[in-house]
Each structure stands twice: as C-alpha cells, then as structure tokens.
C-alpha cells in the first residue's frame, strides 16, 4: 500500500510559502522527535533551502532518549542549520528558537531590521500547542486530527521577532514507503487515507525487535524479547489484540479493533518512548526510495515511447 495525503489546503500552503520565504530570515521546521527523517518535508527543502533552518526535534519526551543525540548530530552536521529538541515540560521555549535564529541569521535583529522567520511542519506534529505556548495566548488551533491549520498567521514573540505560522504540510508524492507508514502511524496523515491494519503490522514489524520490551511491558504477552522479535507481525497482532481483550463472539479475534489500541498507544506515548529510525536506517530507505522513483519514471517514459 502506497501512502498519499495532499489535500487542497497543502497546495494553497505550498503557494503561499513560496511567496512568503523572500521575505523570511530563518526557516524553523518542526520535526516530530520518534520519525525525525521520515517528517522531514523534502518539498519544504526546495522551498527554503536557500535559508538558514532550525530543526525541532518535537517530543522529544516521549522518543527514544538513546537515539534523539543521534539525530540532533545529524541535522546539526548540516550547513546553516541548528537542531534543538522540545518537548512539553519546556518552561520557557521562545528564548532557545530566538537564540537559535539569531546565531543563524546575526544581521537581523532590531526594529530596523526585525528577525522574520517562518516555521513549517507536517500534520500533528505539535506546532500549533508550540506556537501557543511561545506566544502565551491560544493563537493556534490545536487537536490530535491532522489538518486543523488551514490559514497563515503572523505571530509576534518579540518587539523584532515576527514568526509566520503555516497549516501542516506533507508532499504530493511519499517515495520512501517505509515513511508513508511512519508518518500514518504518528497520526501524520488523514486517516482515509490508509488501512490502520496495515499501519500497524508494518509498525509491528519495525517496533519488535528493539522494543520487544516495551511491547511485553503495556501487553503482557509472556514472552521474551527474543521470542517476540521472532514472531510474524500477524501473529504479534492477533496475540496483542486478545490480551487487550479484543474479542468478538465465539472468541474470535477483532484484529482491526487490537490495531486501533496499539495506534492509540504510540500516539499517547503510552507504548513507551520510542523512535521509529535511526539516520543511518533513514538514509538506506532514503537511497532505495531514490532508486524505486528512477526506474518508476524510467517505466513511465517507456510506456509514452511505445
């Protein structure tokens, strides 16, 4: 299953980023701390990517703690970028994303020349609950559905710091398959946009083998990790949706109703603190999603030749 999410606001955003960004200083792009490659917007980068960017790394409270250095090293190894992480017991955010934009961009600042930054970012990945909490006022609408921001706002933190807000945003084509399910799984994409069943067992896939005690943790399936790493993502489905209680009449197993628990888990963050790939795992999926679209293009050029 290919999964594709660009409704008609995505296409109005993408029109008025690409207007909006000669006016701007800085890009701030909001990144979601369990999926750091996999959110990462590549139609955002051909926007702005003349301009300094600061990576957020979003939630980081509930990814994985060993793995979330790994990606701040990661984008901070980029040109004119800076990555930080936020999570929600951030006191005070404002100071850092400030700070961060400054050190990027040291000539603006002042009434004369006021710092003018954009911040970007998929669907549900906090920042609207962010922009609240940097502007100290409910600016933003906010909710656990992709897709509640469909207008621009400027926002002012600061007497010479003005922030444009922009509706989440994903891209008209997900080439990196294992994205696609990554980003449904955060609750990233519009849920008719993709089978949750297959959401999950992809998931599964990924989560069993190294946080096979997580799921033994919130399940209680009685296994050990090495034997759960070791079973067939069906049969860890159906054995996770009988010991939440999933069962219809004559015992069988509601599998669709045990993949809405173990979505409704990683979204609450009640699984544990997990993330769903390393750089060097995105960077393999990254190369063969590359590979997969010339040979697409390659087939599609035979086809119009024939």
């Known amino acids: 299953m290919a999964i594709q999410w660009f409704p008609g606001h995505m296409h109005s955003t993408r029109k008025a980023i690409a207007e909006r960004i000669k006016d701007i200083d800085v890009v701030i792009e909001m990144l979601d701390a369990r999926l750091p490659g996999s959110s990462a917007n590549p139609l955002l980068s051909e926007l702005t990517g003349h301009k300094p960017s600061v990576k957020v790394l979003n939630k980081q409270d509930v990814a994985d703690p060993a793995r979330t250095p790994l990606w701040l090293d990661w984008y ?16 005070a955010p404002a100071r850092r994303l400030i700070d961060a934009c400054h050190l990027l961009a040291p000539q603006r600042g002042g009434m004369a020349k006021p710092m003018r930054v954009l911040i970007c970012g998929i669907p549900n990945v906090g920042k609207s609950t962010l922009i609240n909490t940097l502007s100290q006022k409910s600016q933003a609408k906010t909710g656990d559905e992709a897709g509640i921001t469909k207008l621009e706002q400027r926002i002012t933190l600061a007497d010479d710091f003005y922030l444009w807000d922009t509706p989440g945003m994903l891209w008209p084509r997900i080439t990196i398959s294992e994205s696609g399910y990554k980003l449904a799984a955060s609750g990233a994409v519009g849920k008719n946009a993709y089978d949750e069943e297959e959401v999950v067992l992809e998931l599964l896939a990924y989560l069993k083998r190294p946080y096979a005690h997580l799921l033994e943790a919130r399940y209680r399936l009685g296994l050990a990790p090495e034997a759960i790493a070791g079973m067939h993502e069906d049969e860890l489905l159906e054995l996770i949706a009988r010991k939440r209680g999933a069962v219809m ?17 990683l979204r609450s963050a009640v699984l544990g603190r997990v993330t769903l790939e390393t750089p060097a795992e995105f960077e393999v999926w990254r190369v063969a999603g590359e590979v997969k679209e010339v040979e697409r293009a390659a087939k599609k050029a035979a086809r119009k030749g024939r």
């Not at 901070?76 to 006191?91: F, K, V």
């Not at 009449?249 to 888990?265: F, I, P």
Request: charged share 20%; hydrophobic share 35%; glycine share 12%.
């Open 249 to 265: 009449s004559g015992g069988r197993v509601n599998v669709q109703k045990g993949a809405e628990l173990v979505l409704t888990d």
């Open 76 to 91: 901070n190894a980029l040109p004119e970028t800076s990555a930080i992480g936020l999570d929600a017991s951030e006191p």
